[in-house]
Protein backbone atom coordinates (compact mmCIF):
# COMPACT_ATOMS: atom_id res chain seq x y z
CA UNK A 1 0.00 0.00 0.00
CA UNK A 2 1.15 3.25 -0.60
CA UNK A 3 1.84 5.26 3.00
CA UNK A 4 1.24 8.58 1.25
CA UNK A 5 -2.21 10.21 0.75
CA UNK A 6 -3.10 9.86 -2.73
CA UNK A 7 -5.88 12.19 -5.10
CA UNK A 8 -8.38 13.83 -3.87
CA UNK A 9 -7.76 13.15 -0.04
CA UNK A 10 -4.27 14.50 -0.49
CA UNK A 11 -5.17 17.75 -2.35
CA UNK A 12 -7.43 18.31 0.59
CA UNK A 13 -4.73 17.11 3.11
CA UNK A 14 -2.25 19.78 0.75
CA UNK A 15 -4.26 22.53 1.36
CA UNK A 16 -5.12 22.11 5.15
CA UNK A 17 -1.58 22.21 5.54
CA UNK A 18 -0.62 24.95 3.24
CA UNK A 19 -2.81 27.05 5.16
CA UNK A 20 -1.49 26.61 8.56
CA UNK A 21 1.86 27.14 7.21
CA UNK A 22 1.02 30.16 5.69
CA UNK A 23 -0.43 31.64 8.87
CA UNK A 24 2.41 30.16 11.24
CA UNK A 25 5.33 31.36 8.54
CA UNK A 26 3.78 34.49 8.01
CA UNK A 27 4.17 35.27 11.85
CA UNK A 28 7.37 34.36 11.91
CA UNK A 29 8.82 35.07 8.81
CA UNK A 30 10.40 31.94 8.22
CA UNK A 31 10.29 30.41 4.03
CA UNK A 32 9.33 26.90 3.32
CA UNK A 33 9.85 25.64 -0.42
CA UNK A 34 7.00 23.80 -2.34
CA UNK A 35 8.12 21.11 -5.04
CA UNK A 36 6.13 19.69 -7.82
CA UNK A 37 6.97 16.84 -9.22
CA UNK A 38 5.74 15.04 -12.33
CA UNK A 39 6.94 11.88 -13.66
CA UNK A 40 7.80 12.27 -17.44
CA UNK A 41 5.63 9.96 -20.02
CA UNK A 42 3.30 8.83 -17.33
CA UNK A 43 0.94 8.39 -20.28
CA UNK A 44 3.19 6.59 -22.67
CA UNK A 45 4.18 3.93 -19.09
CA UNK A 46 0.22 2.81 -18.63
CA UNK A 47 -0.15 2.02 -22.42
CA UNK A 48 3.08 0.36 -22.83
CA UNK A 49 3.14 -1.43 -19.47
CA UNK A 50 -1.12 -1.35 -18.28
CA UNK A 51 -2.06 0.44 -15.43
CA UNK A 52 -1.66 -2.75 -13.10
CA UNK A 53 2.73 -2.74 -13.59
CA UNK A 54 2.38 1.32 -13.89
CA UNK A 55 0.67 1.37 -10.30
CA UNK A 56 3.29 -0.71 -8.88
CA UNK A 57 5.54 1.53 -10.64
CA UNK A 58 3.96 4.47 -8.87
CA UNK A 59 3.44 2.53 -5.19
CA UNK A 60 7.48 2.18 -5.03
CA UNK A 61 7.71 5.43 -6.23
CA UNK A 62 5.58 6.74 -3.62
CA UNK A 63 7.80 4.58 -1.38
CA UNK A 64 10.83 6.41 -2.22
CA UNK A 65 10.34 9.78 -2.02
CA UNK A 66 8.66 8.72 1.56
CA UNK A 67 11.75 7.67 2.48
CA UNK A 68 13.61 10.76 1.67
CA UNK A 69 11.58 12.84 3.98
CA UNK A 70 12.65 14.29 7.26
CA UNK A 71 10.75 15.44 9.63
CA UNK A 72 8.76 17.58 9.19
CA UNK A 73 8.78 17.32 5.38
CA UNK A 74 5.85 16.24 4.11
CA UNK A 75 4.60 14.62 0.78
CA UNK A 76 1.11 13.79 -1.35
CA UNK A 77 0.22 12.43 -4.47
CA UNK A 78 -2.39 15.50 -6.30
CA UNK A 79 -2.93 13.93 -9.95
CA UNK A 80 -1.78 10.65 -11.50
CA UNK A 81 1.80 11.08 -12.25
CA UNK A 82 2.10 14.33 -9.98
CA UNK A 83 3.30 15.00 -6.53
CA UNK A 84 3.69 17.81 -4.07
CA UNK A 85 6.73 17.59 -1.41
CA UNK A 86 7.20 20.23 1.30
CA UNK A 87 9.81 21.57 2.58
CA UNK A 88 9.42 23.57 5.64
CA UNK A 89 12.39 25.75 7.39
CA UNK A 90 14.68 26.48 4.63
CA UNK A 91 16.66 29.81 4.30
CA UNK A 92 17.00 30.02 0.75
CA UNK A 93 16.56 28.90 -2.78
CA UNK A 94 19.95 26.66 -2.75
CA UNK A 95 18.78 24.53 0.12
CA UNK A 96 15.34 23.85 -2.70
CA UNK A 97 17.47 23.17 -5.67
CA UNK A 98 19.69 20.77 -3.22
CA UNK A 99 16.72 18.57 -2.24
CA UNK A 100 15.58 18.85 -5.78
CA UNK A 101 19.08 17.16 -6.74
CA UNK A 102 18.94 14.59 -4.23
CA UNK A 103 15.00 13.96 -5.14
CA UNK A 104 16.63 13.18 -8.83
CA UNK A 105 19.21 11.28 -7.77
CA UNK A 106 17.02 9.09 -5.75
CA UNK A 107 14.55 8.29 -8.56
CA UNK A 108 17.26 8.38 -11.49
CA UNK A 109 17.52 4.18 -9.95
CA UNK A 110 15.95 1.79 -12.01
CA UNK A 111 12.46 0.83 -10.05
CA UNK A 112 12.65 -3.60 -10.32
CA UNK A 113 9.30 -4.88 -11.09
CA UNK A 114 8.13 -8.24 -11.85
CA UNK A 115 11.95 -8.89 -12.23
CA UNK A 116 12.65 -6.74 -14.95
CA UNK A 117 13.99 -2.90 -14.39
CA UNK A 118 12.32 0.28 -15.20
CA UNK A 119 13.83 4.20 -15.32
CA UNK A 120 11.53 7.17 -14.73
CA UNK A 121 12.69 10.34 -14.94
CA UNK A 122 10.61 13.26 -13.36
CA UNK A 123 10.84 17.29 -13.71
CA UNK A 124 10.57 19.20 -10.46
CA UNK A 125 9.18 23.03 -10.45
CA UNK A 126 10.11 25.12 -7.28
CA UNK A 127 8.49 27.87 -5.73
CA UNK A 128 9.29 29.35 -2.27
CA UNK A 129 7.31 30.92 -0.01
CA UNK A 130 6.97 34.32 0.99
CA UNK A 131 9.64 35.04 -2.14
CA UNK A 132 7.11 33.85 -5.02
CA UNK A 133 3.77 33.94 -3.64
CA UNK A 134 2.15 34.42 -0.13
CA UNK A 135 -0.93 32.33 -1.36
CA UNK A 136 -2.16 29.38 -1.77
CA UNK A 137 -3.42 29.15 -5.18
CA UNK A 138 -0.70 31.14 -6.46
CA UNK A 139 2.25 28.96 -4.90
CA UNK A 140 0.62 26.00 -6.24
CA UNK A 141 0.43 28.38 -9.88
CA UNK A 142 4.22 29.10 -9.16
CA UNK A 143 5.46 25.44 -8.95
CA UNK A 144 3.41 24.90 -12.14
CA UNK A 145 5.07 27.90 -14.21
CA UNK A 146 8.56 26.22 -12.79
CA UNK A 147 7.34 22.89 -13.57
CA UNK A 148 6.48 23.84 -17.53
CA UNK A 149 9.76 25.76 -17.37
CA UNK A 150 11.94 22.61 -16.64
CA UNK A 151 9.85 20.19 -18.80
CA UNK A 152 10.93 23.34 -21.71
CA UNK A 153 14.52 23.70 -20.36
CA UNK A 154 17.60 20.75 -20.76
CA UNK A 155 17.83 21.33 -16.84
CA UNK A 156 14.95 18.80 -15.18
CA UNK A 157 14.48 21.29 -12.32
CA UNK A 158 13.38 24.87 -12.46
CA UNK A 159 13.14 27.76 -9.51
CA UNK A 160 9.71 30.13 -9.92
CA UNK A 161 11.22 33.46 -11.52
CA UNK A 162 8.91 36.20 -12.48
CA UNK A 163 10.68 36.20 -16.00
CA UNK A 164 9.45 33.07 -17.41
CA UNK A 165 5.80 33.40 -16.73
CA UNK A 166 4.24 35.89 -19.27
CA UNK A 167 5.32 33.31 -21.89
CA UNK A 168 4.75 30.18 -19.71
CA UNK A 169 1.60 27.92 -21.13
CA UNK A 170 0.62 26.42 -17.91
CA UNK A 171 -2.82 24.50 -16.99
CA UNK A 172 -4.14 28.00 -15.71
CA UNK A 173 -3.28 29.64 -18.76
CA UNK A 174 -5.10 26.44 -20.83
CA UNK A 175 -8.29 26.96 -18.90
CA UNK A 176 -8.69 30.93 -19.72
CA UNK A 177 -7.43 30.42 -23.51
CA UNK A 178 -9.77 27.46 -23.52
CA UNK A 179 -12.38 29.77 -22.33
CA UNK A 180 -11.95 32.15 -24.91
CA UNK A 181 -12.05 29.17 -27.57
CA UNK A 182 -14.87 28.03 -26.86
CA UNK A 183 -16.57 31.63 -26.98
CA UNK A 184 -14.72 32.23 -30.66
CA UNK A 185 -15.52 28.85 -31.86
CA UNK A 186 -11.34 28.39 -32.52
CA UNK A 187 -12.07 24.51 -32.24
CA UNK A 188 -12.10 22.67 -35.64
CA UNK A 189 -13.05 19.29 -36.42
CA UNK A 190 -10.57 16.67 -38.37
CA UNK A 191 -11.94 13.52 -39.80
CA UNK A 192 -10.21 10.16 -40.05
CA UNK A 193 -11.82 7.52 -42.35
CA UNK A 194 -12.40 4.43 -41.23
CA UNK A 195 -12.82 1.52 -43.86
CA UNK A 196 -14.60 -1.94 -43.99
CA UNK A 197 -11.91 -4.00 -44.54
CA UNK A 198 -13.27 -7.65 -45.56
CA UNK A 199 -14.96 -5.38 -48.35
CA UNK A 200 -12.69 -2.19 -48.77
CA UNK A 201 -15.62 0.20 -49.31
CA UNK A 202 -15.30 3.32 -46.91
CA UNK A 203 -17.30 2.82 -43.33
CA UNK A 204 -16.82 6.62 -42.18
CA UNK A 205 -14.65 8.74 -39.94
CA UNK A 206 -13.79 9.36 -36.34
CA UNK A 207 -13.87 12.83 -35.58
CA UNK A 208 -11.17 14.65 -33.77
CA UNK A 209 -11.43 17.70 -31.93
CA UNK A 210 -8.35 20.89 -33.07
CA UNK A 211 -7.56 23.61 -31.44
CA UNK A 212 -5.10 26.01 -32.85
CA UNK A 213 -3.91 28.93 -31.14
CA UNK A 214 -2.83 32.14 -31.92
CA UNK A 215 0.46 32.18 -30.15
CA UNK A 216 1.30 28.19 -29.54
CA UNK A 217 -0.43 26.22 -33.03
CA UNK A 218 -1.96 23.34 -32.89
CA UNK A 219 -2.56 22.02 -29.01
CA UNK A 220 -3.00 18.05 -28.54
CA UNK A 221 -6.58 16.96 -27.42
CA UNK A 222 -3.95 14.95 -24.86
CA UNK A 223 -3.24 18.47 -23.30
CA UNK A 224 -6.02 20.18 -23.27
CA UNK A 225 -9.24 17.33 -22.79
CA UNK A 226 -8.11 16.64 -19.53
CA UNK A 227 -7.70 19.92 -18.46
CA UNK A 228 -11.70 20.47 -19.30
CA UNK A 229 -12.27 17.44 -17.50
CA UNK A 230 -10.77 18.73 -14.14
CA UNK A 231 -12.85 21.93 -14.75
CA UNK A 232 -15.87 21.07 -16.24
CA UNK A 233 -15.34 22.70 -19.77
CA UNK A 234 -15.53 19.23 -21.31
CA UNK A 235 -19.49 19.67 -20.93
CA UNK A 236 -19.34 22.73 -22.88
CA UNK A 237 -16.47 20.92 -25.40
CA UNK A 238 -18.74 17.90 -25.96
CA UNK A 239 -22.07 19.77 -27.29
CA UNK A 240 -19.51 21.50 -29.63
CA UNK A 241 -18.03 18.70 -30.59
CA UNK A 242 -21.31 16.40 -30.78
CA UNK A 243 -23.16 19.00 -32.80
CA UNK A 244 -20.36 20.10 -35.41
CA UNK A 245 -20.28 17.06 -36.16
CA UNK A 246 -23.67 15.88 -36.88
CA UNK A 247 -23.96 19.10 -38.98
CA UNK A 248 -20.87 18.48 -40.72
CA UNK A 249 -22.08 15.04 -42.08
CA UNK A 250 -24.98 16.37 -43.67
CA UNK A 251 -22.68 16.93 -46.30
CA UNK A 252 -20.34 14.09 -46.62
CA UNK A 253 -21.76 12.11 -50.08
CA UNK A 254 -23.42 8.93 -50.41
CA UNK A 255 -21.50 6.34 -51.35
CA UNK A 256 -23.02 2.38 -51.09
CA UNK A 257 -25.61 0.98 -49.75
CA UNK A 258 -25.46 2.54 -46.42
CA UNK A 259 -24.86 6.19 -45.12
CA UNK A 260 -21.11 6.72 -44.02
CA UNK A 261 -21.16 6.88 -39.78
CA UNK A 262 -19.11 9.43 -37.52
CA UNK A 263 -17.80 8.19 -34.45
CA UNK A 264 -17.37 10.81 -31.56
CA UNK A 265 -15.24 10.98 -28.32
CA UNK A 266 -17.09 11.16 -25.65
CA UNK A 267 -15.27 11.79 -22.38
CA UNK A 268 -16.32 9.00 -19.62
CA UNK A 269 -17.11 12.47 -17.29
CA UNK A 270 -19.79 13.61 -19.01
CA UNK A 271 -21.92 10.58 -18.80
CA UNK A 272 -22.76 11.64 -15.41
CA UNK A 273 -24.16 14.53 -17.33
CA UNK A 274 -27.82 13.91 -15.96
CA UNK A 275 -28.85 15.54 -19.18
CA UNK A 276 -26.51 13.86 -21.64
CA UNK A 277 -28.92 11.56 -23.28
CA UNK A 278 -31.49 13.98 -23.38
CA UNK A 279 -28.99 16.48 -25.28
CA UNK A 280 -27.04 14.16 -27.83
CA UNK A 281 -31.16 12.86 -28.87
CA UNK A 282 -32.04 16.51 -29.45
CA UNK A 283 -28.62 17.44 -31.33
CA UNK A 284 -30.17 14.49 -33.88
CA UNK A 285 -33.45 15.96 -34.24
CA UNK A 286 -31.87 18.93 -34.49
CA UNK A 287 -29.46 17.99 -37.59
CA UNK A 288 -31.60 15.05 -38.85
CA UNK A 289 -29.26 12.86 -37.78
CA UNK A 290 -30.46 8.67 -38.72
CA UNK A 291 -29.70 6.82 -35.23
CA UNK A 292 -26.86 4.31 -37.21
CA UNK A 293 -24.72 7.24 -38.00
CA UNK A 294 -23.88 8.10 -34.72
CA UNK A 295 -21.14 5.85 -32.72
CA UNK A 296 -19.93 6.77 -29.39
CA UNK A 297 -16.42 6.15 -28.90
CA UNK A 298 -15.43 5.84 -24.80
CA UNK A 299 -12.01 4.87 -23.44
CA UNK A 300 -12.42 1.21 -21.53
CA UNK A 301 -10.33 2.97 -18.25
CA UNK A 302 -12.31 5.54 -17.88
CA UNK A 303 -15.34 3.56 -18.45
CA UNK A 304 -14.25 1.49 -15.62
CA UNK A 305 -13.73 4.29 -12.53
CA UNK A 306 -17.60 4.62 -12.55
CA UNK A 307 -19.02 1.49 -14.13
CA UNK A 308 -22.49 1.78 -12.36
CA UNK A 309 -23.43 5.46 -14.07
CA UNK A 310 -21.51 4.75 -17.11
CA UNK A 311 -23.36 1.26 -18.40
CA UNK A 312 -26.54 3.43 -16.79
CA UNK A 313 -25.84 5.92 -19.59
CA UNK A 314 -24.28 3.67 -22.26
CA UNK A 315 -27.12 1.80 -22.40
CA UNK A 316 -30.02 4.65 -22.65
CA UNK A 317 -27.51 5.64 -25.66
CA UNK A 318 -27.99 2.27 -27.16
CA UNK A 319 -31.70 2.05 -26.50
CA UNK A 320 -31.66 5.29 -28.93
CA UNK A 321 -29.89 3.20 -31.44
CA UNK A 322 -26.49 4.70 -31.23
CA UNK A 323 -23.71 2.38 -31.66
CA UNK A 324 -21.13 2.29 -28.58
CA UNK A 325 -17.87 1.63 -29.00
CA UNK A 326 -14.87 0.81 -25.94
CA UNK A 327 -11.96 2.71 -27.14
CA UNK A 328 -8.95 1.98 -26.47
CA UNK A 329 -9.36 -1.35 -25.73
CA UNK A 330 -7.02 -3.87 -23.82
CA UNK A 331 -5.78 -1.09 -21.73
CA UNK A 332 -8.03 -0.72 -19.29
CA UNK A 333 -6.96 -3.29 -17.22
CA UNK A 334 -10.50 -4.83 -16.62
CA UNK A 335 -12.37 -7.74 -15.11
CA UNK A 336 -13.27 -9.85 -17.73
CA UNK A 337 -17.00 -10.49 -16.66
CA UNK A 338 -17.99 -7.22 -17.43
CA UNK A 339 -18.26 -8.34 -20.83
CA UNK A 340 -21.46 -9.96 -20.00
CA UNK A 341 -23.66 -6.72 -19.57
CA UNK A 342 -21.06 -4.59 -21.70
CA UNK A 343 -23.24 -1.74 -23.45
CA UNK A 344 -21.64 -1.58 -26.43
CA UNK A 345 -21.74 -2.89 -30.31
CA UNK A 346 -17.91 -2.39 -30.68
CA UNK A 347 -14.61 -2.46 -29.59
CA UNK A 348 -11.38 -0.93 -30.94
CA UNK A 349 -8.34 -2.28 -30.04
CA UNK A 350 -5.68 -0.18 -28.82
CA UNK A 351 -2.98 1.16 -31.49
CA UNK A 352 0.04 -0.18 -28.99
CA UNK A 353 -1.02 -3.54 -30.33
CA UNK A 354 -1.56 -2.99 -33.95
CA UNK A 355 1.90 -1.25 -34.05
CA UNK A 356 3.86 -4.11 -33.27
CA UNK A 357 2.08 -6.81 -34.36
CA UNK A 358 4.16 -7.55 -37.32
CA UNK A 359 7.43 -8.05 -34.98
CA UNK A 360 5.84 -8.91 -31.47
CA UNK A 361 4.09 -12.79 -31.68
CA UNK A 362 2.48 -11.51 -28.23
CA UNK A 363 0.82 -8.66 -29.69
CA UNK A 364 0.11 -10.39 -32.63
CA UNK A 365 -1.54 -13.37 -30.87
CA UNK A 366 -3.36 -10.44 -28.47
CA UNK A 367 -5.44 -8.95 -31.73
CA UNK A 368 -5.74 -12.18 -33.34
CA UNK A 369 -7.79 -13.19 -29.56
CA UNK A 370 -9.55 -9.61 -29.32
CA UNK A 371 -10.95 -10.22 -32.80
CA UNK A 372 -11.84 -13.73 -31.93
CA UNK A 373 -13.52 -12.34 -28.40
CA UNK A 374 -15.46 -9.76 -29.93
CA UNK A 375 -17.22 -12.01 -32.47
CA UNK A 376 -18.35 -14.22 -29.71
CA UNK A 377 -19.95 -11.54 -27.98
CA UNK A 378 -21.36 -10.28 -31.73
CA UNK A 379 -19.10 -6.90 -31.49
CA UNK A 380 -17.58 -5.37 -34.23
CA UNK A 381 -13.86 -5.11 -33.39
CA UNK A 382 -12.07 -2.03 -35.03
CA UNK A 383 -8.10 -1.58 -35.66
CA UNK A 384 -6.68 1.61 -35.08
CA UNK A 385 -3.12 2.88 -35.74
CA UNK A 386 -2.30 0.95 -39.30
CA UNK A 387 0.64 2.35 -40.59
CA UNK A 388 1.15 -0.03 -43.42
CA UNK A 389 -0.07 -2.32 -45.90
CA UNK A 390 1.51 -5.49 -44.04
CA UNK A 391 -0.49 -4.53 -41.23
CA UNK A 392 -3.60 -4.18 -42.78
CA UNK A 393 -2.96 -7.50 -44.77
CA UNK A 394 -2.65 -9.16 -41.67
CA UNK A 395 -5.74 -7.82 -40.07
CA UNK A 396 -8.05 -8.83 -43.00
CA UNK A 397 -6.82 -12.09 -42.41
CA UNK A 398 -7.48 -12.18 -39.24
CA UNK A 399 -11.16 -11.73 -39.39
CA UNK A 400 -10.92 -8.17 -38.14
CA UNK A 401 -14.00 -5.77 -39.34
CA UNK A 402 -13.12 -1.61 -39.59
CA UNK A 403 -9.41 -0.63 -40.22
CA UNK A 404 -8.18 3.30 -39.46
CA UNK A 405 -4.39 4.67 -39.74
CA UNK A 406 -1.91 6.32 -41.73
CA UNK A 407 -1.40 4.16 -44.03
CA UNK A 408 -5.27 4.58 -45.23
CA UNK A 409 -5.44 8.02 -44.18
CA UNK A 410 -4.93 10.92 -41.61
CA UNK A 411 -7.23 12.90 -40.25
CA UNK A 412 -7.90 15.80 -42.22
CA UNK A 413 -10.54 18.45 -41.98
CA UNK A 414 -14.27 18.58 -43.58
CA UNK A 415 -13.60 19.62 -46.96
CA UNK A 416 -10.40 17.42 -47.79
CA UNK A 417 -12.27 14.71 -46.00
CA UNK A 418 -15.51 15.32 -48.23
CA UNK A 419 -12.47 15.41 -51.31
CA UNK A 420 -11.01 12.24 -49.85
CA UNK A 421 -14.35 10.43 -50.06
CA UNK A 422 -14.59 11.13 -53.72
CA UNK A 423 -11.76 9.62 -54.67
CA UNK A 424 -11.25 6.54 -52.82
CA UNK A 425 -10.66 3.46 -54.74
CA UNK A 426 -12.00 0.47 -52.51
CA UNK A 427 -8.52 -1.47 -51.17
CA UNK A 428 -8.45 -4.42 -53.83
CA UNK A 429 -6.69 -7.31 -52.00
O1 LIG B 1 -5.54 12.53 -32.80
P1 LIG B 1 -5.59 12.89 -31.55
O2 LIG B 1 -4.41 13.67 -31.10
O3 LIG B 1 -6.70 13.81 -31.96
O4 LIG B 1 -6.37 12.42 -30.28
C1 LIG B 1 -5.81 12.41 -29.03
C2 LIG B 1 -6.81 11.98 -27.99
O5 LIG B 1 -7.82 12.97 -27.83
C3 LIG B 1 -7.51 10.69 -28.31
O6 LIG B 1 -7.47 9.88 -27.15
C4 LIG B 1 -8.92 11.10 -28.61
O7 LIG B 1 -9.82 10.12 -28.16
C5 LIG B 1 -9.10 12.39 -27.84
N1 LIG B 1 -10.06 13.27 -28.50
C6 LIG B 1 -10.01 13.75 -29.75
N2 LIG B 1 -11.10 14.51 -30.03
C7 LIG B 1 -11.88 14.48 -28.92
C8 LIG B 1 -13.15 15.06 -28.57
O8 LIG B 1 -13.81 15.73 -29.36
N3 LIG B 1 -13.61 14.82 -27.32
C9 LIG B 1 -12.92 14.07 -26.42
N4 LIG B 1 -13.46 13.88 -25.21
N5 LIG B 1 -11.73 13.51 -26.70
C10 LIG B 1 -11.21 13.70 -27.94
O1 LIG C 1 -7.53 7.45 -28.12
P1 LIG C 1 -8.00 7.50 -29.54
O2 LIG C 1 -8.11 6.15 -30.10
O3 LIG C 1 -9.24 8.28 -29.75
O4 LIG C 1 -6.84 8.22 -30.34
C1 LIG C 1 -6.87 8.50 -31.69
C2 LIG C 1 -5.50 9.11 -31.96
O5 LIG C 1 -4.70 8.24 -32.74
C3 LIG C 1 -5.54 10.40 -32.70
O6 LIG C 1 -4.60 11.20 -32.06
C4 LIG C 1 -5.08 10.03 -34.10
O7 LIG C 1 -4.48 11.13 -34.75
C5 LIG C 1 -4.07 8.94 -33.80
N1 LIG C 1 -3.82 8.02 -34.91
C6 LIG C 1 -4.72 7.52 -35.78
N2 LIG C 1 -4.14 6.66 -36.65
C7 LIG C 1 -2.83 6.59 -36.32
C8 LIG C 1 -1.72 5.87 -36.86
O8 LIG C 1 -1.78 5.10 -37.81
N3 LIG C 1 -0.53 6.06 -36.23
C9 LIG C 1 -0.38 6.89 -35.17
N4 LIG C 1 0.82 7.04 -34.63
N5 LIG C 1 -1.42 7.57 -34.64
C10 LIG C 1 -2.63 7.43 -35.20
MN1 LIG D 1 -10.98 7.38 -30.31
Request: charged fraction near 25%; aromatic fraction near 10%; glycine fraction near 4%.
Amino acid sequence: MRNIPTHTSGREALFNLLEDLISSYKKNEKKFAVLLININNFRELNTSYGYKLADKLLDQFAERLAELLHQPDYITQIGNSDFVMILPGILNEGHATLAALKLQEILSESFNLDSQEYKVSVDIGITLFPDHATEIESLLQAAEVALSEARNSTSSYAVYSEKTKPNEFNTWDIETKLQKALNNHEFELYFQPQISIQSGIVFGAEALIRWKDEERGFIRPDIFIPVAENNGQIYEITQWTINSALRLINEWPDIGDTPLKVAINLSAKVLNDPDIVDSISSAMTIWGTDRERLILEITESALMDDMSTSFKTLNELKALGLTISIDDFGTGYSSMSYFKNIPASELKIDQSFIFNMLESKMDRHIVKTVIHMGHGFDLKVVAEGIENKETYDALKDMGCDIAQGYYLARPMPQKEFIEWINNYQPQKN
